[in-house]
């Protein structure tokens, strides 16, 4: 069905690349709408809350993945100030960068973002940048959970993730308890299926048909024909449709890998620099068409808020390595904690 050999990291780049595409155009649709354009109301939300099922919990669980392999080279420590480099301080170089633009143009844009919200970063992150304070604390709690790498272990701590799931809301703590509570069982799923991904062969086309068909029938049941959203059904549902939405992408990528995209697999593999500047390069998009060139046109906005959301930071990222600004993405040496070789 999966397999995890030669193709491991392609597939992973594929599905990153399909994770990180329906992200781009979820946020460039929810600016569309709150812009005021004539988008079908009914339409936008159903298609956004099945996006938002299951598109952020994929990416918890291809972070999942790789933990047990990075752990057997390396030690808790080293790893976790790796995670300081690649995942924390960009969350705060961007947080602080994206938030100061967006304050400052803030009568250009839908929201009213406030400098005393861009420095609560601490304990508030905002906008996109959730996710990679969210994903910090997974980790690092991961490092702890998972200091066995054995089958049963890894069931056990599974389980436990259910639990947390289903019950992590009673405990107290805020925004970080919760958020840990409601992600942390994707991020142990990609930990348990790397285990089991060595002993599968290959996805084949009747296995992608079958998980796609899967996902498609759960959404059609609830979202559609219950009406439930993301943010309002019932747990059980909601862990239902971001597993299956999961499993849908993996079958499908590990299907892919028969093609040779490799534009597809270059988002893939610059996801995080993607994810770290669509919002600018969507918004902008927008405000070009909008403001400047009178074009209200939801299907333009869509599709070339969408394009510029993933072009855009490629094209800086580029720009900021010819010049030598890699301190937008990652620490210069001497804030560096990553153990050197």
């Given amino acids: 069905m999966i397999a995890m050999s030669k193709t491991r990291n392609l597939w992973v780049d594929y599905a990153k690349a399909i ?106 992150p905002r906008a996109q940048f959730w996710f990679l304070y969210v994903l910090f604390f997974i980790f690092a709690l991961a490092l702890l959970a998972f200091h066995r790498s054995d089958n049963k272990w890894c069931s056990a701590v599974f389980i436990v993730s259910i639990l947390l799931y289903f019950f992590g809301g009673q405990l107290p703590g805020g925004y970080l308890i919760n958020m840990l509570s409601h992600y942390f069982v994707y991020f142990a799923v990609g930990v348990l299926a790397s285990l089991l991904f060595n002993k599968i ?62 534009w597809l697999a270059h988002l893939g593999r610059h996801s995080m620099t993607i994810y770290l500047v669509h919002i600018l390069a969507g918004s902008g998009c927008r405000i070009v068409l909008q403001k400047l060139l009178g074009i209200s046109d939801v299907g333009v906005h869509l599709w070339v808020g969408t394009l510029g959301g993933l072009i855009l ?22 804030l560096s904690l990553s153990i050197q070789n």
């Fill in 313 to 334: 930071p490629l094209l800086f990222y580029s720009t900021c390595m010819r010049f030598k600004l890699k301190v937008l993405y990652t620490p210069p040496k001497t």
């Fill in 19 to 124: 994770g990180i595409i329906l992200v781009v155009y979820g946020h460039v649709a929810r600016g569309v709408f709150n812009a005021g354009l004539n988008i079908n109301k009914g339409r936008y939300e159903l298609v956004d809350s099945v996006i938002y099922s299951f598109h952020m919990p994929l990416f918890f669980f291809l972070s999942g993945l790789f933990l047990l392999a990075s752990m057997a080279k390396r030690d808790s420590i080293s790893l976790l100030r790796s995670k300081i480099d690649t995942i924390l301080y960009p969350y705060i170089i961007w947080s602080l960068l994206q938030g100061t633009i967006e304050a400052g143009l803030s009568h250009y844009t839908n929201g009213h973002v406030t400098m005393h919200e861009v420095l609560s970063l601490a304990w508030q």
């Fill in 201 to 262: 062969n290959g996805a084949t086309v009747s296995w992608t048909v079958l998980f796609i068909a899967l996902f498609v029938f759960s959404q059609w049941l609830f979202q559609g024909k219950m009406g439930l959203r993301y943010n309002s059904g019932a747990p059980a549902v909601l862990l239902w449709l971001g597993l299956s939405g999961i499993a849908c992408i993996v079958v499908l990528a590990q299907w892919l890998t028969r093609f040779d995209f490799r």
